[in-house]
């Protein structure tokens, strides 16, 4: 009872501090958490586009390179599900400094990988340790930093958030084609240590509650485990294997449904909850973690998705890629600054709804021909470099600026799952709508061909008569120049599919946008009634 006394005047002592006069040790301990978080959610993405020369050096098949990622995305998954309790069990102090130490450990772990399976064992132990550090980051900000300062920790936190998953493939790409594979675990280490030392030094040294202990129930854990992990593999492979076309899927979607249905059952009847679910009593965090969903599906959907089209149609490298990614990482990093100096003139729901319109509109500009390539899609990256800070900056401070200090770790944890589970499904979805788009876009145009047969006669006879003058005999010419009509139909097909989720993608924003106005007071409808 006097800790628990202890922990609410600090935290009392701590809301009343004037933003100017917060602590440098605090700054540093959110900073350190950051830096952790960064890596963490940098990781995600960094090992995508090396994974063939990760597969080819440790003798792994193509077809199973992809379970190295989703290992460390369903460990991640399941172990921030759990990150509020192991804060109230170790105390935050323990829970950050052992995962970013086991982090480091793993990762050198994974560079020592001599087959598939190690890497996955490794991946997954890298992605559990690491989890935690995503939704702690957030929650040291709200925890440690006055109401008026807070969306400057937000900020700094949206811009990791953000780059991170943008950085991942191109940064991943350049090392391994310019060092080795090995080097993209590495990397982890240098900024793993400075987190450790701004925090292990500045964050004070708090008891273990092992009451905590006797208090876990472990059917709730076994449940949430099961299911978020059996989630995740059904929306990370079901494109793979043709949903429910395939058995397993079925079967583990049956799994998932009924292990998170059960465990919905569990916690909320139990007097020590793994996870505080009675935050979804209150209208405005449902609301923000359905915005987190539905974000989560355009951010990760949309690093996805562009470096595919590049690759596909234009065969872009990394780099490429990545220069092209610059146009939406270079506004970010003048906008998130903005944020907060905005904020204390315009209500916070206005910029999100602003950030909503400006992102739907990076989107709904696109329009993709077989010449539309990286070139093209600067203005539009650009576009949405301004919009996500506007988004994701204030949408975190609306959502979260009520939720008591008892409950933060908590709120973040759930939300940074809706992220995580709204990503998942938009990469699910946009590979299978890409694949259905593109089947469907082919046979659409063959079937339009003969309307076109004059057209098309004479581009076949100018191919063949092409690919003779570089010395191919009339019938393989013949079937060359067919073979590449094809080629050419797939492609526009393919193309037409992109632009369909684009436009999807824009869609689904301007929805977003209008969800914002549920925050508002409309019984003071002529008033801002800020939070």
Not at 71 to 97: D, G, H, Q
Not at 420 to 431: D, E, K, R, Y
């Amino acid at each position: 009872m006097l800790i628990q006394g202890d922990k609410a005047m600090q935290e009392t002592k701590q809301a009343e501090i004037p933003s100017q006069q917060v602590p440098l040790k605090h700054w540093l301990i959110i900073l350190g958490t950051i830096i952790g978080a960064f890596m963490a959610i940098l990781d995600i993405q960094i090992t995508s586009s090396s994974i063939k020369e990760i597969a080819g050096a440790l003798s792994i098949p193509v077809d199973q390179s992809s379970n190295i990622s989703t290992a460390y995305l369903i460990a991640e998954l399941i172990c921030i599900s759990l990150t509020a309790w192991l804060v109230r069990a170790f105390s935050l102090k323990r829970t950050l400094i052992y995962s970013i130490v086991i982090f480091m450990i793993a990762s050198l772990a994974c560079s020592c990988a001599w087959n598939l399976s190690s890497m996955i064992i490794f991946r997954a132990l890298q992605g559990f340790a690491g989890a935690p550090l995503i939704p702690l980051a957030l929650s040291v900000v709200m925890r440690f930093l006055p109401k008026e300062k807070q969306m400057t920790g937000i900020a700094i936190f949206g811009l990791t958030a953000t780059l991170a998953p943008t950085l991942g493939p191109t940064i991943g790409g350049w090392i391994t084609d310019n060092l080795s594979w090995k080097y993209l675990f590495y990397i982890n280490i240098f900024p793993s240590v400075v987190a450790l030392i701004m925090i292990g030094v500045h964050l004070d040294k708090q008891p273990v509650n092992t009451k905590v202990f006797t208090q876990i129930n472990i059917f709730a854990v076994i449940l949430i485990a099961i299911g978020l992990g059996t989630l995740e593999y059904v929306l990370e492979n079901g494109s793979t294997y043709n949903w429910f076309d395939s058995n397993h899927i079925i079967v583990l979607s049956i799994i998932a449904f009924i292990s998170l249905s059960l465990f919905f059952v569990v916690d909320t009847n139990s007097q020590h909850p793994l996870i505080k679910l009675q935050l979804f009593t209150s209208k405005k965090f449902t609301l923000g973690c359905i915005n987190y969903f539905l974000l989560g599906i355009m951010l990760y959907g949309s690093v996805f998705i562009t470096p595919l089209y590049l690759v596909l149609i234009h065969q872009y490298s990394s780099m490429e890629i990545g220069l092209v990614f610059f146009w939406q990482g270079f506004p970010q990093l003048i906008c998130m600054p903005l944020i907060p100096l905005i904020s204390k003139y315009v209500d916070s729901r206005i910029l999100v709804i602003a950030g909503y319109l400006i992102l739907a509109a990076s989107f709904l500009l696109i329009d993709m021909d077989p010449d539309y390539s990286g070139q093209q899609m600067k203005f539009t990256m650009l576009v949405r470099g301004i919009g996500l800070p506007f988004t994701i900056v204030p949408l975190s401070s609306v959502v979260l600026f009520d939720i008591e200090a008892k409950n933060m770790d908590d709120a973040a944890s759930i939300t940074s799952i809706m992220r995580n589970l709204g990503g998942a499904l938009g990469v699910a979805i946009i590979t299978t709508l890409i694949i259905h788009g593109r089947n469907a876009g082919t046979k659409t145009l063959s079937a339009y061909l003969p309307l076109t047969k004059i057209g098309a006669i004479e581009w076949l006879r100018n191919t063949e008569q092409l690919l003779i003058q570089q010395g191919a005999d009339s019938h393989t010419a013949s079937l060359q120049a067919h073979a590449l009509l094809m080629e050419q139909m797939r492609m526009n097909a393919t193309i037409i599919a992109f632009n369909d989720i684009y436009f999807l993608l824009g869609i689904l924003l301007l929805g977003c946008s209008l969800s914002i106005l549920a925050f508002f007071d409309w019984s003071k409808l002529f008033k801002y009634y800020r939070y």
